[in-house]
């Protein structure tokens, strides 16, 4: 197994994207069951083909831009089987100039710390991607404490879906899957007990953005990533922050391929975000979490 290591020119890149998807696999196997990917489809206006993860590195390198790629790992509340994060890994390592592999476990499974581990040491990780309503966990439980232990002991971050999703919506009863579970203050007792751990509060926290201004205002180990909504729709409330008291941790991201960076980056025109906030958001503050300064 080749372990991953990064050979990015960070000088080189015109932004780095911190949410990506890698949806399909070499095989053809998708990331969710199928009404789950149809559902989503629906909800996102997206009905175009899964890209495979050499051509999602081949788009990020024909826009100058970095990715970090990701599966979620929600095998014990979908019964379906994830897409390997040991392949997604591997994939990275042939793609390091453009490609930053984070891993996905899921938390109810026995052995998610030993996973964890194998991730990190093995396969070279940078990270962990974590969905509590599709993985249906709550994130506060301290049962899940000793994974979030080893992360915080790699030095890695973590990132964890908040907000609504379209992951369910419109099937009966949401497919069982639970809105409340990505509330981010579940996530305010996770960074007071780990100080030392990142963590990615991912997307516009709709319909809790005040709740993820607050932890991150309070819990200087927290970010937020600005993917999954056009920009052109971003709460007032979270544009202010990003052009003021937290400037220097918001992170671009898109939720490509339901969401492309192009339809990102020609929305954030359209916001108030200033332009002197803009590189750190496109790019310098993504470089200092993944620690990709030369």
């Known amino acids: 197994m080749t372990r991953y290591e990064p050979a990015i020119d960070v000088d080189a890149l015109t932004a780095i ?37 050499d051509a999602v590195a081949d788009h990020y390198r024909e826009r100058g831009m970095a990715a970090v790629v990701f599966t979620v790992d929600a ?93 369910g919506a419109g099937l009966p009863g949401g497919r069982g899957l639970r809105l409340g579970l990505s509330n981010p203050i579940l996530l305010d007792p996770v960074a007071a007990d780990f100080p030392e751990l990142q963590i990615i509060m991912a997307h516009p926290s709709v319909p809790w953005q005040d709740e993820a201004l607050s932890v991150a205002t309070h819990k200087h180990n927290t970010w937020i990533d600005l993917s999954g909504w056009s920009p052109k729709y971003f709460p007032d409330a979270l544009v202010r922050a990003a052009n003021s008291y937290l400037k220097n941790r918001m992170l671009f991201g898109s939720d490509f391929p339901l969401l492309t960076p192009d339809r990102w980056r020609a929305d954030v025109a359209q916001t108030a975000l200033k332009p002197d906030v803009m590189p750190g958001i496109l790019k310098n503050n993504a470089v200092r979490l993944l620690g990709l300064a030369s």
């Open 75 to 167: 095998e014990t509340q979908l019964g379906h089987a994830p897409v390997s994060s040991e392949e997604i890994a591997q994939g990275a390592a042939r793609n390091n100039d453009v490609l930053i592999p984070f891993g996905s476990v899921d938390p109810r499974r026995g052995d998610a710390v030993d996973r964890a581990r194998r991730l990190i040491d093995d396969s070279g990780v940078r990270g962990f991607k974590f969905h509590p309503t599709v993985q249906g966990f709550d994130p506060s439980d301290t049962a899940h404490y000793p994974l979030y232990a080893v992360l915080q002991d790699a030095g890695i971050p973590a990132l964890f879906h908040t907000g609504q999703t379209g992951i």
């Open 17 to 53: 994207d911190v949410h990506v998807h890698i949806e399909v696999d070499d095989h053809g196997h998708h990331s969710l069951p199928a009404d789950l990917v149809e559902a989503a489809s629906k909800y996102f206006s997206a009905d175009s083909p899964r890209p495979d993860l």
